[in-house]
């Protein structure tokens, strides 16, 4: 068995990657768990069982690895993020520049890896649209969410105007997506690693490797991830 802890943005590829990586090493079975980064960190420093961490926020990584906790991690893939808006589209957000219109808008908490990302996208767009931008924006936030599928949740079922999520999770259809501009948008890097106190440490390393390997790469990719993979840290 091969326990892996993994940011929920990483649902869907994860769950392919596992088939993918079984199908491949029949003798390993995976479990993935998925839940906010911050969340399985905390569940790991407690001492949760795991094989590997994947997580979409480097300090939450270099938290473990300075703890001892994780070792070897490396970058294996990054997001950006986009604004989602409801089909019907009530505030007639159209362009990133139109976000101050919402009234109701989702984020992540400043714990979550979307929501610190979010926080920092519109700083860089107060450098382009002036500090009104990112006041006016924060100050329309009617919620904060732990995870990026809560937040995508309010916008397709109408409770919320607009939302800030990884370009991942903006599902085509269910919601109208909006793109970042150029310089305002913030590339989320994901990382992973192998627990040191690992009860499959093989299984950890085949999977890591899996992960950066061409096949791996290549469902990240049509997963709508972008490539990416560096050394061990």
Request: net charge neutral.
């Amino acid at each position: 068995m091969l326990r892996v802890f993994a940011a929920s943005s990483l649902t869907e590829a994860f769950q392919e990657l596992a088939r993918a990586f079984e199908a491949a090493h029949p003798e390993i079975d995976v479990v993935p768990i998925f839940a906010g980064s911050q969340v399985l960190r905390l569940q790991i420093e407690q001492g949760a069982r795991a094989d590997v961490f994947a997580s979409a926020d480097q300090r939450h990584m270099d938290a473990l690895v300075r703890a001892g906790l994780v070792t070897g991690s490396r970058v294996f893939a990054g997001n950006e993020l986009v604004v989602i808006v409801p089909r019907d589209n009530p505030a007639a957000i159209t362009v990133f520049a139109d976000l101050p219109r919402a009234r109701r808008l989702v984020i992540g908490t400043e714990h979550v890896p979307a929501g610190r990302y979010a926080r920092m996208a519109l700083q860089r767009a107060a450098t382009r649209h002036g500090t009104d931008f990112e006041v006016a924006v924060l100050g329309s936030v009617a919620s904060e969410e732990s995870n990026v599928r809560l937040a995508r949740a309010k916008v397709e079922l109408g409770a919320a105007d607009a939302a800030i999520v990884y370009r991942t999770d903006a599902v085509p259809g269910r919601v109208r997506v909006i793109p970042l501009p150029d310089g305002v948008n913030v590339r989320a890097d994901y990382l992973m690693g192998a627990l040191t106190a690992a009860a499959n440490p093989e299984g950890a390393e085949l999977w890591i490797d899996f992960a950066a390997s061409p096949a791996g790469q290549d469902i990240m990719t049509r997963r709508g991830f972008l490539a990416g993979s560096a050394p061990a840290r």
